[in-house]
């Protein structure tokens, strides 16, 4: 409603700018808590997770899963090159 009042007042490109500077500010005010809360998790669940299997069987877990990340990679640019 406001938007509607201001844009018969102020020209077009004042609009433009002013609103969609307030809803860039809207959605950083959103995704600065969700962010947070989503790291607090992660946090969380890497500490369990180290308690579960123990930081031995984490690194080598860690390290076999980016042996198959990089595997897949490397298949995937093979296929794409050529």
């Known amino acids: 409603?406001?938007?509607?009042?201001?844009?018969?007042?102020?020209?077009?490109?004042?609009?433009?700018?002013?609103?969609?500077?307030?809803?860039?500010?809207?959605?950083?005010?959103?995704?600065?808590?969700?962010?947070?809360?989503?790291s607090g998790f992660v946090g969380a669940s890497s500490g369990v997770l180290a308690k579960a299997l123990g930081y031995e069987g984490l690194f080598v877990g860690a390290g076999v899963l980016g042996m198959l990340v990089l595997g897949g990679v490397l298949m995937h640019a093979r296929r794409t090159q050529g």
Do not use: C, H, N, T
């Not at 009042?5 to 077009?12: C, G, K, P, T």
């Not at 995704?31 to 809360?37: E, G, K, N």
């Open 1 to 38: 409603m406001l938007g509607g009042l201001l844009y018969a007042r102020i020209s077009v490109l004042r609009a433009l700018i002013l609103f969609g500077a307030l809803q860039a500010v809207g959605i950083a005010a959103l995704q600065a808590p969700a962010q947070l809360l989503l």
